[in-house]
């Protein structure tokens, strides 16, 4: 029997003809080249100008500068550390609060309650609008003149200050996000649930162990793997937060975040490399996440 | 065995509450969630007279259509909806392409690289958009003038469906090569012994068989293509290019106090993947299955 | 009419003819259309953008490039962009495919990408226009490293204390005499008192609380210490600087609660919903209160921001120049250049008032003898002064000002004990900064 299945691959590795290596060699060829030159040749060129001074305009303009950039960024610039600093309370928002409770909701709508058809509809929502949307929809809801200082009966003389008022801002920025993320989290977790046996959760129930137990004795673990994905899909779109407060704010001193700052340096009407380190620095905050989860979506492949 | 009856009705009916109860705290929750956007609709029904005499919060005195026909007459909504057709249909279709090609080499024949071009490209997928969108810009703008044309790609439809085609189709080839697995390898063998050249394989064999994940990541693709707003704003300098998300912004500026017309824009904008959600809900939780949890 | 006294007999204290601005002459001899290359350009087409401004930015191009394709023979092709996302990708629109002309401002904005090779040297357009352009607002066009002009200055506006008239005689003030720290600081105390707001600041954008800065600054310390100090000439931690800020935080406690969550309209509103007492900006926002009522209009006032210093008087004022450019990488340069000096010429200037253009024009064909009380007003502010800026992010290098002096005004604003720390941090990355 082996011998037979071998002989057969073997015979039909050696019946590619020519065409047939040009074709998948262009299969796979040309997106690659495609990723390569639209992805990652980019990626490199802007790690090496992080090392440079440039205006970004004229090439005889670029001068070597070594870790003048990196250095400049840590030691002189407040805006920097806090940025590192929403963009770490950003993550841990997402990692402690939002993605539980998005998992919460999947859980007890999973549960089968009336109308949970309608209800995941609802919940995942907001995912599916596009975030200049959203910013506009809570521009409506939190700007003086919207809907949140009307019900406190203020207009625009004495609303009282939400996008910059430092204290209150990183919460409602994250409740936005949250507000997002929440439904696709549930989502996600939804389709997990299915796979988990029902039985399995009866039979723990009539022994009497508590919802909470059931969760987290059969329903954790049997879900591992999304539970992984999930954390690392966390990490992701926590570091990548960008477009919701780009839409708000348009520059980044009042609620900085690593990629505002990229944007801000890297483009525009200041341009200097360090926007350049700025985005290395990012990359590299991502690439631990980016390795996790490559590792584990492909673990069985890397044997 | 009588205690575990006893304790199941009791159990049950504890359940029944608490789910009761649980319902309907998760249903009052759905209101509050859904309610901004509920806000936006509304502030969108109502002219824009009554609000600067009435106030926000003002009984409506009539509720009116006016403010969508004025938004789509002012705002030249109509062009940016197109140019947000002409950049999503193309990039979805070769995103699918272009990863259903890599993951059917990946699957379906055994190379030394498979793995690394799998690594490559769903790492890909998860760069940040910032490290790149500027070099990009160069490379648009130095391949024009190699080719005489400074809007070979620059601020050219063709451009902007590159970039997006080049950072989603790490996404796909991930999802359709999961997917691709789970087609038996015999399919493939009796395919090469019925002579099928690589082509007929892919075309005839393998690619009807892809169509659910095709349906379920193309509903995913546009959503996600058509939400974008950023790559627009870098690599379109003319403004009627643009689609309909970049337009927003610049429309938030002008029309900054006229609310009710700028909630009309947005829910217009808004109304395509929404439609599409509702309509084929089944599609889009199934590609996001297939993407996230493995089997 | 009697204001019209007053303002003359406050001139007269600094002998009103402005050095770095425009002297306006009341002529209204429009001179001859500058005789742009009609024949040539029959046929082509010229890109326009107009940055900002809405239905009557809009308005007002058409006029004049109108009256362009009617002299020439040029077709115009124009669109309006959203003004920050033309700024902040400029340099990469400059190097796309950029329109032919379009609206820009002079000082670092025109100098530097014009340098770099992004924008056209208008040198012979400007050549042309001699006879109309005040050689203060050419010399304001040209880069002093090149000694080039990339723009052909257009209009400009002061940037001063704004009030409205019947709020200061309500709390017992005379709206034509507010000339003093004191008077100003009365001003705010006063308004306060009566629950409102004293000073108002909406610093959301970064950029609005820099006007605040360089008008102290140059009043504590004078004009030429503060181009020094834009320029690293002088230190940002020098007590002189740190003199300024203390003036600075004497505003403060004047201000709205909300000044990091509204931005220049919102400052405009809270001045229109007669929730103010004082605000310090550019004047280019009195369309807005004419659109408004004519009430509202009449009731707005504007007054060059009092002394600090006697040594240096009212002698100083932000007045950004604003102009017409042309970007070499434009597919009809030619057509840009002509299309740029139709623009800033007596007659594209008579178009664009006909069709709403409330700016004032540095040309000297442009007539103000019809000018309503409010105008007149504003040439009297501007003329008040010896010395004109441009604005903290026109007069300083673009990777310093928006970056790194923005967010520490704004820094500033939200905790001003913290301004040692602040200042020193600034004087560190102007060093850090590579050489331009």
Redesign the interface.
Known sequence: MKSAATVQKKRSRRSLSKTDRFTLATFVGIPTLLQIILLWVPAVVTIILSFTYWNGIRLKDIQWAGIQNYKNIFVNNPLFYQALKNNAIWLAFFVLIATPLGILLAYQIDRGIKGHAFYESIYYLPVVLSLAVIGIIWNFMLQPGGFVQGLMGRDIGNAISIWGNPKINTWVILGIASWRHIGYIMLLYLSGLKSVDPALKEAAAIDGATDWEIFRKIILPTMKPVNIIIVVITLIESLRAFDLVYIIYGSPTIFPLLNLLVFQNFAGQGISMKGAAYAVILLLLCIVPIITYLRISFQEDIK | MST?VV??AE?RNN?KR??TF??IF??IF?FV??F??L??VW?SLRPYNDIISY???SWPRRLTFDNYINAIREMKIGVYLLNSLLVTVPSVILTLF??S??A???TR??YKFN?W????????N??????????????F?WIGELFGN??LL??NYGGLI??H???Q??FA??VLSSYMKTIPKEIS?SA??DGA???RH?WNVILPLLRPALAALSVLMT?WI?????WA??LM????KRPI??A???L???Y?TD?NL??AG?II??AP??I???VL?KQF?AG??LG???G | MSEEKNIVSRRSVLKGAAVGGAALAAGSSLSAGTASAATRLKGSTVKWTTRGGGATGDAIAKAVNDAFTKKTGAKVVAQQVNSDDFQNNFAQIMQGSPDDAFGWMAGYRSNHFGEMGLLADLTREIGRLKGSLPTAAIKGATSPVSKKPYIIPTTYYPWALHYRKSMVKEIGMNPEKIDTWDDFVKLMTLTQKKGLVGYSLGAKGGWEAMGTFDVLNARVNGYKYHIDLLNGRAKWTDARTKETFKYFAELIPFMNANVMDISWDGMRDLLLQKKTGAMLMGSWFANDFKAKSQADYDDLWVVPFPQINPKFGIDTIDAPLDGVSVAKNGKNVDGGKALAEFWASPEGIAQAVKAGDTNIYVSKSFDTSGYDSFNKQKLAVLAAAKNIMFFLDRDARGDFAGPIVGPAIQNFIKKPSDINKILENVQAQWDALPKQ
């Not at chain 2, 071009?117 to 890909?124: K, N, P, Q, R, S």
């Not at chain 2, 998860?126 to 490379?139: A, C, E, N, Q």
């Open positions: 575990a304790q199941s159990y359940q608490k789910d649980i319902s998760i249903g759905a969630w859904i901004p956007i806000w936006t502030t106030g926000i919060f272009f990863g090609l890599v059917f080499v990946v024949y055994q793995l071009i799998l690594l490559l490209f769903t790492a890909g998860m760069l940040p958009i910032v490290l790149t969108y500027i070099p990009v810009f160069w490379m703008i400074r809007n620059y601020n590159l970039v085609v080049g950072f189709v790490g080839t991930f063998e090469t012994i050249n690589v082509f892919y959503t058509y939400n974008e707003f950023f704003l870098v300098s003319d403004d009627s998300t970049s927003l912004r610049r938030q500026g002008q900054v609310f700028l909630a947005a904008a808004a993947t929404v599409m959600f509702f809900r939780i996001l299955t996230s949890t493995k």
